[in-house]
């Protein structure tokens, strides 16, 4: 805006508020109406959807799934999309870094005189596409199965060979029904109908090349060990 | 009104005058003492009146802030003015409210890994509405990210953060990142699994950031690791810190709403009233 738009637009918008009505009583009234609204709506969300408290915190586990509020779930998905550990930094901080620096900068950015929606067709559909893009990635993540979580329904003598497989990071590599990534580990949804049991042991001990060997597991905790092993040969 | 009698022992109440004993025959004199006592009456109830008249007065004469006031109560909001300019004073609303129930989720809240989980166990099971209250933060602070969204869209989509009013734009960016981060910090102090965890990586996430990100993860952790001192760290930070900063900064806000005044919608154009047309001519 050069300073004869400028000039325009600020007389322009003093005609407008001269026509305007004053802020007491008329906009305090629909404020007003609209706190009550708001009030309503997180007493009402309080009442029915509660605050849940979960197991008390504890550090030594490491077993637990966290997943964030759901108005991070865009970040948590777009960490997702972005596999490659040398470059989720771009999808952890690069990426919300980025956007909140073009947010400030906006203003700097799109100087035009123009205001109405209509006729900024550019900002209208970025703005549009960022709403679009946020919106699908929050969906994606909030229908996604959280890394490590196995939503496989087994018996209940496997529930705890179950909870190995999935705080060890297998889904890394390999599929375990709906969760985990395809490759470039073979699906073991069905392992246990290629695989007879002692051969899975002995896979997880000494695997082939990227897999990490098991071998600790086996002489720290062999009951854990034996508990993996059980619920990868149950699955068939 | 009238205001009720104290209740007095029989003993110390005045008697009623016999019948008989009272002054006879001077009907004049004893009207003349009722009017009397009404014209009284008036006159303390006039004084009365005036009492918040003159508080007032005496704090208008000391501050000055009627002008001020009625500058702000009476501006004019331009032509249009519409529901969709309501989002703002809507987000400061719930903002207040996730102070009110803060104050009061504090009183209990003991930031101690060790007491952490079992105060918000007390607040839920055994403080007098402490559900409820609890409740109303937790979804108060999703209702308040919601609202900072539309309330920023809307400013977006009708060119309210083009001249002159980017700065104000900009400082409403501060305090959406403020927000998050108030969400952020918050969502450890349950302490429970799924707090802990997701605080956890959210700090390694912090931590990943390239030059600032492993500095920022320290401070927010008060070293390499998780200790008693995160949690509160963390509380000071919710509740101290990040607050001050937010009500700040909503000053400023508000300083440059009033200033400037609300955009009006872009759709309508200023209409050329008879009276200055013929004043141009």
């Known amino acids: 805006m050069d300073a004869r738009q400028k000039e325009q637009y600020l007389r322009e918008y003093s005609i407008m508020k001269s026509e305007g009505k004053p802020f007491f009583p008329y906009a305090v009234l629909k404020d007003s109406v609209m706190a009550c609204i708001v009030l309503a709506v997180i007493i009402l969300m309080a009442v029915i959807l509660g605050a849940e408290l979960g197991p008390k915190a504890d550090p030594t586990t490491t077993s637990y799934v966290p997943r964030p509020e759901w108005y991070f779930f865009f970040l948590f998905e777009l960490l997702r999309i972005i596999k490659p550990p040398s470059i989720v ?88 029904g709906e969760a985990g990534n395809a490759g470039p580990g ?31 597991l086996k002489q720290q905790d062999p009951q854990k060990f034996n508990e993996l092993v059980n619920f990868l040969s149950s699955l068939r | 009104m009238r205001i009720p009698k104290p209740p007095v022992p029989n003993a110390l109440k005045r008697r009623p005058p016999r019948p008989g004993s009272r002054p006879a025959g001077n009907g004049r004199a004893a009207a003349a003492a009722a009017a009397d006592k009404e014209l009284r009456r008036q ?51 719930a903002f207040l409210s996730q102070a009110v129930t803060g104050v009061f989720l504090a009183m209990y809240y003991d930031p101690s890994p060790s007491n952490a989980y079992n105060s918000v166990r007390h607040i839920i099971n055994e403080v007098w509405l402490g559900e409820l209250v609890r409740g109303m933060h937790r979804w108060g602070a999703t209702v308040m990210v919601v609202l900072i969204f539309l309330h920023m869209g809307r400013t977006f989509f009708f060119g309210a953060y ?20 108030m969400a952020f910090t918050g969502y450890l102090l349950p302490f429970d699994q799924r707090s802990f965890w997701a605080t956890v990586v959210g700090v390694n996430i ?76």
């Open chain 1, 89 to 176: 930094f771009i999808a952890t901080v690069g990426v919300p870094t980025v956007c909140m620096i073009l947010l400030i900068l906006l203003p700097f950015i799109d100087r035009g005189p123009e205001r109405n929606p209509l006729r900024r067709p550019i900002a209208t559909t970025a703005g549009i596409t960022v709403i679009a893009a946020m919106a699908y990635l929050t969906i994606e993540g909030a229908l996604a199965e959280a890394p490590g979580q196995i939503s496989l329904k087994v018996p209940p003598r496997y529930e705890a060979g179950k909870l190995v497989a999935a705080s060890s990071g297998c889904q890394g590599c390999h599929k375990i």
């Open chain 2, 206 to 281: 912090n931590a990943s950031g390239p030059l600032l990100g492993p500095y920022l993860a320290d401070f927010l952790r008060a070293g390499p690791e998780f200790t008693a001192t995160t949690l509160s760290r963390f509380y000071a930070i919710h509740m101290l810190l990040i607050p001050g900063l937010i009500a700040a900064l909503i000053g400023a806000h508000l300083y440059l709403v009033v200033k400037l005044g609300t955009t009006a919608p872009p759709w309508l154009k200023a209409e050329k009233r008879r009276e200055l047309a013929r004043e141009e001519i």
């Open chain 2, 43 to 93: 006159e303390a109830l006039e004084q009365a009146a005036e009492v918040p008249i003159s508080v007032v007065g005496w704090l208008d004469e000391r501050t000055g802030a009627s002008p001020f006031l009625r500058a702000m109560l009476y501006r004019k909001t331009p032509r249009g003015t519409n529901w969709y300019y309501t989002l703002g004073s809507a987000t400061l609303f």
């Open chain 1, 186 to 216: 073979p699906d073991l949804t069905h392992i246990g109908s290629r695989l007879p049991r002692q051969a899975i042991a002995r896979t997880l001990i000494n695997p082939t090349a990227p897999m990490p060997s098991f071998a600790a």
């Open chain 2, 162 to 181: 083009k001249y002159p009013r980017e700065l104000n734009w900009v400082v409403g960016v501060v305090l959406l990142i403020l927000t998050m981060a």
